[in-house]
């Protein structure tokens, strides 16, 4: 099994920056990819930002300029840096990561997700 624990949302105004982190463990034999996700309420859950393993990295055009997508040396926690913030970013943020975990089997796990609002 493979965890994913994110935090760091919060409530913030306009203008104002946050950062998410998210934590991978378990068994784990590789990372692949991991990402945020975010859904505003009535919507459909949309890709903010992914990063490879190899560090490349992909990022909605709503947020590109504004967030950064980043992870540490070990490749198992991903931090999501959100500056300039604006009411539309609020919503509930996951982390997702495909994972390896053996040289057989891989699969997609979620974070429970954490909540950012933006007020005006």
């Known amino acids: 099994q493979v965890q994913l624990v994110e935090s760091g949302g919060g409530l913030v105004q306009a203008g104002g920056s946050l950062r998410l982190s998210c934590a991978a463990s378990?068994?784990?034999?590789?990372?692949?990819?991991m990402g945020w996700y975010r859904q505003a309420p009535g919507k459909q859950r949309e890709l903010v930002a992914a990063?490879?393993?190899?560090?490349?990295?992909n990022y909605a055009d709503s947020v590109k300029g504004r967030f950064t997508i980043s992870r540490d040396n070990a490749g198992n926690t991903v931090y999501l840096q959100m500056n300039s913030l604006k009411p539309e970013d609020t919503g509930v943020y996951y982390c997702?990561?495909?994972?390896?975990?053996?040289?057989?089997?891989?699969?997609?796990?979620w974070g429970q997700g954490t909540q950012v609002t933006v007020s005006s």
């Open positions: 378990g068994s784990i034999f590789r990372i692949n990819a």
């Open positions: 990063v490879t393993s190899g560090g490349s990295t």
């Open positions: 997702n990561a495909a994972v390896r975990t053996s040289v057989l089997r891989s699969g997609d796990y």
